[in-house]
C-alpha cells in the first residue's frame, strides 16, 4: 500500500468504489438520457415521498381534523415508502455516475445521515401508542393529539432538511 492509498480516507474509498462500479459502469453505457430519467425518477420518489408525508404531518399536527388519520394513513403511509423506494434507487445510481465529485460537499454529509434519523422516527412513531390508536380508528384525546403534533412536527423539519440538503448538493 503506497502512502498515498493509506491517507485515502474510508468514505472516499467508499465513493471511488461505487462510481467505479458494475452498476456505474453499466449505467453510463446506456446513453445520453440515462442520467436525465434517473432524476426524473429521483423527483418523482421525492415528490411521492414528501407529498404524503407532507400531508399526513400536518394532520398529526393538527389540520383537517375532521378527516381521520386512518383513513389517511392507510393510502399514505405505502405511498411515501414507495416513493422513498423509488427515491433511493434512483439517487444511489445517478450517484454512481460521478461519486468523487461530491467528495467534501458538507450538503451529502448532513443529508445521508438525515435520510437515516427520518427512518428511526418513522419506526419510533409506529410504536407510539397514540400512533397505534389513531390508525386503528380511535378519536386521538388531548394527550394523544399533543404526541401526535409533536411527532408531526419532527417529521416534518427531518424531511424539509433531507430535501434541502439535496437540493443545495447541486450548488456547492
Not at 16 to 28: C, N, T
Not at 92 to 114: C, D, Q, R, W
Request: charged share 10%; glycine share 12%; with cysteine.
Amino acid at each position: 500500500m503506497t502512502g498515498a492509498e493509506a491517507a485515502t480516507p474510508p468514505i472516499l474509498a467508499a465513493m471511488a468504489w461505487l462510481e467505479g462500479s458494475a452498476l456505474a459502469e453499466f449505467l453510463r453505457g446506456l446513453g445520453i438520457w440515462t442520467y436525465g430519467l434517473l432524476n426524473l425518477g429521483h423527483i418523482l420518489g421525492i415528490g411521492a415521498l414528501f407529498g404524503t408525508v407532507l400531508i399526513l404531518d400536518l394532520r398529526l399536527l393538527g389540520l383537517w381534523r375532521s378527516v381521520s388519520i386512518a383513513s389517511l394513513a392507510r393510502p399514505a403511509v405505502p405511498l411515501a415508502a414507495g416513493g422513498f423506494v423509488l427515491a433511493v434507487f434512483t439517487g444511489v445510481a445517478m450517484f454512481s455516475f460521478n461519486t468523487t465529485e461530491y467528495h467534501g460537499n458538507p450538503f451529502l454529509y448532513i443529508k445521508l445521515p438525515m435520510i437515516v434519523v427520518g427512518l428511526v422516527n418513522v419506526a419510533v412513531i409506529q410504536r407510539l401508542g397514540a400512533w397505534r390508536r389513531a390508525v386503528a380508528g380511535s378519536s386521538p384525546g388531548t394527550a394523544d393529539r399533543a404526541v401526535l403534533a409533536v411527532a408531526g412536527g419532527m417529521s416534518l423539519a427531518i424531511w424539509l432538511a433531507v430535501i434541502t440538503c439535496g437540493r443545495m448538493i447541486g450548488y456547492w
